[in-house]
């Protein structure tokens, strides 16, 4: 293998970068030919472009299905994983990580469960579990290009702290020693529903791209994201789509914001798991059970969770999208949170614009370890 030269000018850069992405976004093989007629690029430069992306190991050739007799015919395809994404997800009381291949593909996943929660320094306990979770799977370490971490919180981007994180009460919090933690791998760290709503971008169709939405991430917090245009709306302070701490009802409980009636005092999956000391599986089968109780409380976090979908699409006109993991059993309750959005909708709306997102656990670690992903495609 022979790394990627850099090309005498930025044009012809860019012309092996076209031809890369354009095979990346090929569903199959793809020929020299295609390539020509679809970029509108001679064979000849064509062909020393794959010649340097095939030295470099990005691309390889294989054989199409199609033959016409004779020798087959060859198609290229990008080498997925030769260079690999780490996505870390950290919340109250869990380290998730995930590493993708260039495709996003998952290489590994694990979960860890951290008993009375996460030190405040956060950098030790992610330290710890990155090293275990690189050593277990065997990832080769060369082949990583960075690792992203999700926080729920909002993030001070010119003090690199965490300003505030109500679901892991954290304030003023300086993400110094999360950063050495991960050496020395590059480090990018976000707001867990801005990468998690765009985990959901990414995986729509360039139909459904197209359509700005609205992004409820329901975990042990709330919150969110506005992607608008193929981008994510972060706010002037970077604080938009702060749901959760939205006012559902005036006067109502107790939020871990210090403020009453949030939609996360509602909606946390705390509320119905370890404020009444039980799994969320353990949670869900009793209300499947008809007990009275988990009933009532279920019922209690759709409706409110309605007034602020509802509430959302008020301010928004778009459509809204369900993730995180509570998220993971909405589908049977889907029907029931239309008909009470519906209710509250002025306009008549039927509800269906509400949808689930297609990986409520995955989402945010997927939309992070995008980031260094969409670099690399980048720099090519
Ligand atoms: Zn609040």
Redesign the pocket.
Known sequence: MKPLGTPLTERRRKTRNRIFKFIYNSEEPVSKQAMALELGLSLPTIHQNVSELLEAGLIKAVETQVSTGGRPPVGYVVVNNVRISIGVSITTNHIRLLASDLKLNQLAEKSVRKEGGISADLGEDVKKELELFIEENKLDRDRILGVGITIPGVLDVKKDAVLLS?SMRLENISLKSLREGCRPYPVYIENDGNCAGYAEWLAMSPQERKKSFAYILLENGVGGTFFINGKTYSGVNHRSGEF??MCVQPDGPQ?????RG?L??YCSAMRFTTDIDKSIEEFFELVHKGDPASKALWDDVLKHLAIGINNIRMVFDGDVLLGGFVSEYLEEYLPEIKSYVAERNAFGDSGDFVRLGKFPRKAGMMGIAWHFINDYIESI
């Not at 939020?255 to 403020?259: A, M, P, R």
């Open positions: 109500p959760g701490h939020c871990n914001c210090g403020g949030c996360e005092a």
